[in-house]
């Protein structure tokens, strides 16, 4: 499988999986609703992530990706509304069409640029790699940190903001 296709699998795979466990009004929030995306974390990091940069641009690179995805699954965070349920009086959630939008638009951007890599910029791209001493490996890296900070910071928003909807209300 080319990286290309890992790329689009793996963007595919998070998308799908967000988007199936979030949207709608009253969506439960379940232990494995919270351990999903982390298992598909495990799971993605050992077969796509071979070669992490640990030094120079390419470190540079996946770290400010990582600073992105967590800004772009606290933004995500912020969209997903997390409430006790007034039937079950357990935690729930309501996302809507600006949840799916911005998981839609940060995920078809990261899949613009990996095909745009093969098919429209791609000796552009390998310029400025060669300038800064960035591998391909590193390159994909990021990208994967990306989607899996978005993730996991939407995760754990979602986990701590549930524990907080099972606090009883303060009473004045």
């Known amino acids: 499988m080319s990286s290309l296709d890992q790329a689009m699998l793996i963007n595919a795979a998070v998308l799908f999986a967000v988007l199936e466990a979030d949207l709608g009004p009253h969506r439960k929030v379940s232990a494995f609703r919270v351990l999903r995306p982390v298992l598909l974390a495990g799971a993605i990091v050992p077969l796509y992530m071979k070669n ?10 996946e770290l400010v990706a990582c600073l992105a995805g967590v800004l772009c699954g606290l ?5 997903l509304r997390v ?13 809507g069409a600006g949840y799916a939008a911005l998981w839609v638009v940060v995920i078809g951007a990261r899949a613009a640029f990996s095909y745009g890599s093969v098919h429209w910029f791609g000796p552009q791209l ?27 910071t939407r995760t754990l928003a979602l986990a701590g903001r549930s524990a907080r909807a099972l606090r009883p209300a303060a009473t004045a």
């Open 52 to 61: 992490v940069a640990t030094r120079g641009t390419g470190l540079g690179l």
């Open 75 to 79: 933004g995500a965070a912020a969209l």
């Open 83 to 95: 409430y006790r349920s007034p039937r079950t009086g357990r935690p729930v959630t309501a996302a």
């Open 126 to 152: 390998g310029h400025w790699m060669a300038r800064n001493s960035v591998t391909a490996d590193a390159l994909t890296d990021a990208l994967i940190v990306m989607a899996l900070a978005m993730t996991l």
